[in-house]
């Protein structure tokens, strides 16, 4: 008979740290680790001792001071008396507005490109080549300050539209005015406006949400919400009885219809652009520098986004294609529901990167003079403070947050579309 | 590109900065080479002219340094810089001084850290508008577009004049001299607003510089001189009297043509202890005897500096106005040599 005994308890000792390769990774990870730290604090405290010998220890007071120049294209109300807390959140709402427009833009070229590259045209297929290879290649720098060097000087300035025989004329009756100090358009205006909601009081945050804009926001969602339901619905009566009634004036109307009464009752109309004094006066005001920054990056971003929306095609075996032939669908409804679904798997989150370098590649806004967060935080009021180390660490921190944000987004949104394996 | 250079400067303050701040005349002798920080190109101030050479009334101060410290007005690396970069190259230690039209403000010497030396343009901010505008005051301007170099005072100015006057513009930021001529020649900006010796010196460069005029406000003060970081007594020293020798020697009557006749001796007690054959001035700053006499043989006097770039007899033309000795009724004054 035998007894089992437990193996004798090995005891630890301190050179197993080094000689035991159960711990010896850990112990050469907790010493990197420690002298990354000593590193980071001798730099942070190298930089914080040296600032204060110059006289300029780290400190955010700056902040609430006036902020003393103006600022052109602003979404909230700002004035040069305000703060430059406040002159920052108007840049960090510019730097928004051409993100969002930019990774709109460039999605929607970027798929179409991608496509259209893989078309049997021959024409089609090589000017798209031509197009991918010319932007990607060529820094987007050179594009911002080449588009918009093109909007200065081939567009007419402001006073050829004045006088008896203008030079330059309106566009799609009168409402369009192209100058090359930017794009007049229509405005929306309301003359039974529901007013504003004002936010967080009279701090440099304060903000205004347009209820106007949250009542349409609100009757759009509930008609698309309605919409559906009727699809749904003409599913199952397809399901049930094979015959699907006809739902597209119902699914039309619900949209359609509350909207139109919603306008009416708002008392929508267009406030029209005119040339009075030095400029336009009245309609929106998109400006040249956000027209060249827009463009140049949906268009370099575009190219990019194009590559990697053919990579997600490709990906897809043929058989698939054909497999969906054999069923009898046509091309396009192969493309939309086979491939697409299937392609959009390879293809989010390389996206999500693009999306990221357009967000970031916007602070070149400064080379057109476009006022985003690098303008007034990282230029303006930094040059004017002085405040260098201040100004760029939260201008790091402002785009580590947005970056993060949309990779949040994106990636719950990938979460979504995956393989669903059950 | 241009945020890395931002970091990059950051964390140089941040590293070199107990390095810099003492010894500036030291370094400067030991690399044999003075960083002078000047504009990207404003003619007349700082531009480099058809062979490359750097030319102007802000260069001559930097070349009159370098002569005065090295023995050599050329011994200069002239680093262009724009109104926003140009604050980080000097406190990071990249120039050694910036001689840029600069405006002397409170908060420039006293918060950022800087030592003005002294005033070598007395300036104020005007504004230029093309003739056919027909525009004869800046109070007209309301709704008008207004091209601005970003990172300046005269952007300060700017918002306060149109403020206190309860009219209306729009800003275009522009980060260079010659984005700006850009803008404002294709009509992309209504004005084009900066010191007014720059509007004078731009205007010079236009093709037919009769089709704009420059306003009559003058709306600031803008007192334009060199600039070394605080904290560097001795160097800081170097630069002011350097500028103030120039000064001195119009006023004494030295010129570049009679300057070698003076060095042997005069019956002027202070002509004599500025160029070097009488007294320890040189000493007392840490040079040799004829600092000053190599200063003002390198571009001549502070009247014929003025004569040569931006004087009445150049395209830009800029009478002396403010700028003239005290003695002719101008704002020029050096301390004595004493």
Partial sequence: MTTLTDPPKEQFRLSMLLYDTRYR???????????????????????????????????????????????????????????????????????????????????????????????????????????????RNVPVLLWIVFIMAILIETLPAPRAFRGENPEASMMLGDTVAITNRGVYIPEPLFSNTLGDIHLFGDSSLRFNVSLDLMAILVVLGIGI???????????????????????????????????????????????????KGFNFKGGTHLRNSLIALWL??????????????????????????????????????????????????????????????????????????????TGTLGGITMNQTGRELECVLLLMLVYLSISLLISAIMNWYNESVKLKER | MKKSVILGAATIA??????????????????????????????????????????????????????????DANAVEFVPTTGKTRFTALASGEVDMLARNTTWTFSRDVDLKFEFVGINYYDGQGFMVPKSLGVSSAKELDGATVCIQTGTTTELNLADFFRSNNISYEPVPIETNAEAQQQYL?????????????????????????????????????????????????????????????????????????????????????????????????????????????????????????????????????????????????????????
Avoid at chain 2, 225 to 238: A, M
């Fill in chain 1, 296 to 373: 140049a990056l949906s268009l370099y971003t575009a190219a990019f986004i194009a590559e990697i929306v053919r990579a997600g095609i490709l990906a897809i075996p043929k058989g698939q294609t054909e497999a969906a032939a054999a069923l009898g669908l046509r091309p396009r409804r192969i493309m939309r529901l086979v491939i697409l679904p299937q392609a959009l798997r390879v293809i989010i989150p390389p996206l999500i990167s693009n999306y990221l370098n357009l967000t970031k590649n916007s602070s070149l806004a400064i080379a057109v003079g476009y006022m985003d967060i």
């Fill in chain 2, 14 to 71: 941040g590293l070199a900065a107990g390095a810099a701040a003492a010894g500036t005349m030291d370094d400067v002798k030991a690399r044999g080479k003075l960083n002078c920080g000047v504009t990207t190109g404003l003619v007349g101030f700082a531009a480099p002219d058809a062979n490359g050479e750097w030319q102007g009334f802000d260069v001559a101060v930097c070349r009159a340094v370098a002569a005065a410290v090295l023995g």
């Fill in chain 2, 186 to 338: 294709a009509g992309a900006c209504d004005v084009y607003t900066t010191d007014a010796s720059g509007l004078a010196a731009t205007r010079a460069t236009f093709e037919n510089p009769n089709d704009h005029v420059l306003l009559p406000e003058i709306i600031s003060k803008e007192p334009l001189g060199p600039l070394v970081r605080h904290g560097d007594n001795e160097w800081g020293d170097v630069v002011r009297w350097t500028l103030n020798a120039l000064i001195s020697a119009e006023e004494l009557g030295i010129t570049s043509a009679n300057i070698d006749e003076m060095a042997q001796g005069t019956e002027n007690p202070e002509i004599n202890r500025l160029l070097g054959s009488e007294g320890t001035l040189g000493e007392m700053l840490g040079l040799d005897a004829q600092w000053a006499l190599r200063a003002i043989k390198a571009g001549g006097n502070y009247g014929e500096v003025f004569a040569k770039n931006i004087g009445e007899d150049t395209p830009i033309g800029l009478a002396r106005g403010l700028n003239a000795q005290w003695t002719d009724g101008g704002l020029l004054y050096s301390p004595p040599f004493r």
């Fill in chain 1, 225 to 275: 919400w309605v919409s559906r339901w009727i699809k749904r619905r003409a599913d199952r009566i397809q399901e049930q009885t094979g015959d699907r009634p006809v739902t597209w004036w119902q699914r039309t109307a619900v949209i359609v219809v509350p909207m139109a009464i919603l306008l009416y009752l708002l008392g929508f109309h267009l406030g029209y652009p005119e040339l």
């Fill in chain 1, 25 to 135: 990774s850990a112990t050469i990870q907790v010493i990197a680790l420690i002298g990354f730290m000593l590193l980071a604090a001798w730099i942070i405290s190298n930089t914080m001792q040296n600032l204060a010998a110059l006289g300029k220890p780290v400190e955010f007071g700056f902040f609430a001071e006036p902020a003393s120049y103006d600022i052109n294209q602003r979404l909230i109300d700002y004035t040069s008396r305000d703060t430059h807390l406040r002159a920052a959140f108007v840049g960090l709402l510019n730097t928004l507005v051409v993100a969002v427009l930019g990774c709109v833009t460039a999605t929607i070229l970027g798929v179409v490109i991608g496509v259209a590259r893989l078309s049997h045209n021959w024409i089609v297929a090589r000017i798209m080549t031509v197009y991918v290879e010319m932007f």
